[in-house]
């Protein structure tokens, strides 16, 4: 199935900007850390410890903020800002999960962001390409 070019209305868009970000970002942080455990996501957290993250979801004015410690993903907390921001729209970080677009073609096109260490980018880039999505069950349910 190939996720539409859409982006999401603007009143929807302002209603998730009002609501608290706590909850998207605890179920962000906890599917990282099912992905690390379950060895899709292959990562080596001693390249990401003590940094700050950003998934800006650019059409719901949605800010994910969370931290990496040698161990696990965390929610941060306070408004430092990160070392790393990503922010592209809802349908293309969908397209890029379920890899319908790399991360280089959305970001060439200019419909991923990248914002801050450039080093810490190409690592989280190269760590997007790693994972297999395909054992994941977001792709089992968008192929459903």
Known sequence: ????????????????GW????P???????????LKKRAILPVDMSLLAG??????VLDAGLRLGFCADEDSFHTASGS???DLRL??????????????????TLFFNR????????????????LLDSVDWSSTPLQRFMAA
Do not use: Y
């Open 87 to 104: 922010s592209a729209t809802l349908a293309d970080f969908a397209r890029m999960m379920l890899r319908e677009e790399d991360p280089d």
């Open 24 to 34: 998207p970002c605890w179920a962000l942080v906890s599917t990282l850390n099912q």
């Open 80 to 82: 430092e800002e990160p």
């Open 111 to 126: 419909k991923l962001i990248i914002e801050g260490d450039t080093e810490l980018g190409l690592i989280v880039k190269n």
């Open 51 to 56: 940094r700050r993250f950003e998934v800006h």
């Open 19 to 22: 609501l608290p970000s706590t």
């Open 1 to 16: 199935m190939r996720i539409p070019e859409l982006t999401l209305p603007a009143p929807v868009a302002s209603l998730l």
